[in-house]
């Protein structure tokens, strides 16, 4: 009881210090959704915890006194985003400390969704802007590669363009760079997708670079299908493709494609970084191979 109590407070508490990082979050139209985010956390939080803490391990209390000591310093610094910082970490020593819920619970139907409570920890890092401006940096990045592609291949079909201060213009018509860079396709976003299922497939937490880098890709080839369609239909057909229903469905196969491609991303790096077996010829088990399972959680 003293556990639980202790938990409350402290969460309650640090979640003050992250409710203003939270509320920009949600000014910000690059971040739609940190409420899905958030209620997503909670729920597999609530899930996969069984009402047990491990008060031994260290690293829970290294984080709740790195999660102090980063919230005093957001009031010392007037920095919102140190406090959310606190956030992050006292919630990560929330999960660290909490026992893994047995796999033979009685919630069969949620069986799927339990998992170590740590394995959240991507959820939790991501309910933070990424600092210094980045996000806007990467935002632009992957736009413009998807627009230099996309013009690459247009002067491969043998289209006439050009772009001019963020409009793509064509003979007879132009195009926006809202226009073709839908905002369901937002790097952000992918990188919120891929993320959940790394999360959901219990993959290993310290892949995560690896899955928000697989966003940033999914995103690349999702805005460049789209652009590459509309573009297509209105020069080879001219058919506007941003009618309803036909943007509609237009949306729905790319996103298609860009999950199955997700999916393919998440088996790919699953291969990459799974545990491997040792040598079962000489019965050597090689310390690079048990580090190497150590590490990737075998």
Known sequence: MFAILFWVLILSLSTVAVAPVWQRMLEDSRYPFLPLLVILLVVLALIRWNRRFAWSRAIAWLFILAGIGAIAASYREHSPWLGGLGWSLITLSFLSSCSRVAEDKQFSWLKRLSGSPFGLAPLVLLCLPIPRNLDTLIIGQVYEFTANLSSMTLDALSIPHHWQEGILKFQSFEYSVKDLFPAWLSPLNCCFALVVIQVLRNRPVWIAPF???????????????????????????????????????????????????????????????????????SGWNNPLIRGWNFVSGS
């Open 211 to 281: 899955y928000f880098a697989g966003g940033l890709a999914t995103s690349f080839l999702a805005n460049y299908l789209f652009t590459m369609a509309v573009i297509i239909a209105k020069v080879n057909f001219n058919y506007d493709l941003f009618q309803l229903w036909p943007y509609t469905g237009t949306i729905a196969v790319v996103i298609l494609l860009a999950v199955l491609f997700a999916l393919s991303l998440d088996r790919f790096w699953f291969v990459t970084f799974a545990p491997t077996r040792p040598d079962e010829i």
